[in-house]
């Protein structure tokens, strides 16, 4: 089938485009872009008037526990998920395979360290766990093997439980080798300098027990580093700490050092339904604060979209989506209002579609996180 929306402001994933358009989609992609009135509408037709469109939102930090978590995300304009680390094989497989929903990108099973809080995770694989350069070389070819989207590991302080340096150069040399980026968890100044010494293409999360001094922030920055901070995550997590404020004000500063610096920022917020985790964060809702957090932190809204849109697909490698152009892919976002004016209108919701299908959307202005 089909869609038109006619009269409509769009939000291309880099910028407001001057004017309005009539966007036009089916199941193939995005077929028509033109200045509204210049054509015939075809298919169902969707009145756009006072409304903006944007690239369905990319959430670059997910865990899931059901597939139908997929339909939760979408619900909320999240049509892409980037998926941080699920096992055993054939539920990643049901994942990639859901019919509906959410699509998704998925690291498979993290690598991790022996003695780190991740190794004490209930049925996390023995084998995942490594200890050693070749240890590391190995389990990043049997996530090739089983066809991830990219590599994850998690790191930690030195003396935390984590992979040493050695150790995590290899997993590093070895995913790139794959052609593969390495996306690393590092949520401590310590395991963030060890991130960057070891060459990761993304970190994600931020420092709850320092402000990251300026060397390495400059160093993310000029090497090209990815940040997805998972504000939403932090600001859950410092709630375990004795000053909770003073925590997480140093992941938010991190992100406002690396944005003044020219680093790059994508938008992902640790959504997950782990029991036991430092924080629930739920799927989907969660990415509308987590843009917020993001403002609130130094990006202006429109860099913020950036981030969930065009900077995400960029970060991540997702050639057919992230922007309202015609050949892309028909993941599509459509809100009342302005969010270059007022971010919080990305809540509300009027349509969502995935690959050119109409969501049935039951959020509509989401209420903000605490």
């Given at each position: 089938?089909?869609?038109?929306?006619?009269?409509?402001?769009?939000?291309?994933?880099?910028?407001?485009?001057?004017?309005?358009?009539?966007?036009?989609?089916?199941?193939?992609?995005?077929?028509?872009?033109?200045?509204?009135?210049?054509?015939?509408?075809?298919?169902?037709?969707?009145?756009?008037?006072?409304?903006?469109?944007?690239?369905?939102?990319?959430?670059?930090?997910?865990?899931?526990?059901?597939?139908?978590?997929?339909?939760?995300?979408?619900?909320?304009?999240?049509?892409?998920?980037?998926?941080?680390?699920?096992?055993?094989?054939?539920?990643?497989?049901?994942?990639?395979?859901?019919?509906?929903?959410?699509?998704?990108?998925?690291?498979?099973?993290?690598?991790?360290?022996?003695?780190?809080?991740?190794?004490?995770?209930?049925?996390?694989?023995?084998?995942?766990?490594?200890?050693?350069?070749?240890?590391?070389?190995?389990?990043?070819?049997?996530?090739?093997?089983?066809?991830?989207?990219?590599?994850?590991?998690?790191?930690?302080?030195?003396?935390?439980?984590?992979?040493?340096?050695?150790?995590?150069?290899?997993?590093?040399?070895?995913?790139?080798?794959?052609?593969?980026?390495?996306?690393?968890?590092?949520?401590?100044?310590?395991?963030?300098?060890?991130?960057?010494?070891?060459?990761?293409?993304?970190?994600?999360?931020?420092?709850?027990?320092?402000?990251?001094?300026?060397?390495?922030?400059?160093?993310?920055?000029?090497?090209?580093?990815?940040?997805?901070?998972?504000?939403?995550?932090?600001?859950?997590?410092?709630?375990?700490?004795?000053?909770?404020?003073?925590?997480?004000?140093?992941?938010?500063?991190?992100?406002?050092?690396?944005?003044?610096?020219?680093?790059?920022?994508?938008?992902?917020?640790?959504?997950?339904?782990?029991?036991?985790?430092?924080?629930?964060?739920?799927?989907?809702?969660?990415?509308?604060?987590?843009?917020?957090?993001?403002?609130?932190?130094g990006l202006t809204p429109r860099e913020a979209l950036r981030s969930a849109t065009s900077g995400a697909a960029?970060?991540?490698?997702?050639?057919?989506?992230?922007?309202?152009?015609?050949?892309?892919?028909?993941?599509?976002?459509?809100?009342?209002?302005?969010?270059?004016?007022?971010?919080?209108?990305?809540?509300?919701?009027?349509?969502?579609?995935?690959?050119?299908?109409?969501?049935?959307?039951?959020?509509?202005?989401?209420?903000?996180?605490?």
């Open positions: 089938m089909r869609t038109t929306i006619t009269g409509v402001t769009v939000f291309d994933g880099h910028d407001v485009l001057s004017g309005q358009f009539d966007v036009s989609f089916d199941k193939s992609g995005i077929t028509g872009l033109n200045p509204a009135g210049t054509t015939t509408p075809t298919g169902e037709i969707t009145d756009g008037t006072g409304a903006t469109l944007l690239p369905g939102l990319i959430d670059s930090h997910v865990h899931f526990r059901d597939p139908a978590e997929l339909s939760t995300l979408a619900q909320y304009g999240v049509t892409t998920a980037l998926d941080m680390g699920s096992w055993p094989a054939r539920f990643t497989a049901a994942l990639r395979t859901a019919e509906h929903g959410a699509d998704i990108r998925s690291a498979g099973t993290p690598l991790i360290g022996p003695a780190g809080p991740h190794s004490r995770i209930p049925s996390f694989p023995a084998e995942d766990q490594i200890t050693t350069p070749e240890q590391a070389r190995r389990r990043v070819a049997a996530r090739v093997e089983e066809g991830v989207d990219y590599v994850k590991l998690v790191l930690e302080r030195p003396g935390g439980g984590g992979p040493d340096l050695e150790t995590a150069e290899a997993a590093v040399e070895a995913a790139h080798a794959a052609g593969l980026h390495v996306v690393a968890h590092a949520s401590h100044t310590g395991a963030i300098a060890l991130a960057v010494q070891a060459g990761v293409d993304i970190l994600t999360h931020a420092p709850l027990d320092a402000d990251l001094d300026e060397v390495q922030v400059r160093a993310i920055a000029e090497q090209g580093r990815v940040l997805v901070p998972t504000l939403t995550m932090m600001r859950g997590t410092a709630r375990h700490h004795g000053d909770p404020e003073k925590a997480y004000a140093h992941a938010r500063n991190m992100v406002t050092a690396v944005h003044r610096a020219g680093g790059t920022i994508v938008a992902g917020t640790d959504a997950n339904t782990q029991p036991g985790v430092p924080a629930a964060v739920p799927h989907g809702s969660s990415l509308h604060a987590e843009l917020g957090h993001l403002v609130e932190a960029t970060a991540f490698r997702l050639a057919d989506r992230g922007s309202v152009r015609p050949g892309l892919r028909a993941d599509l976002f459509l809100i009342a209002g302005d969010p270059l004016s007022a971010i919080d209108a990305t809540r509300s919701i009027r349509a969502v579609w995935t690959a050119g299908r109409a969501v049935e959307v039951v959020a509509q202005d989401t209420p903000a996180l605490p």
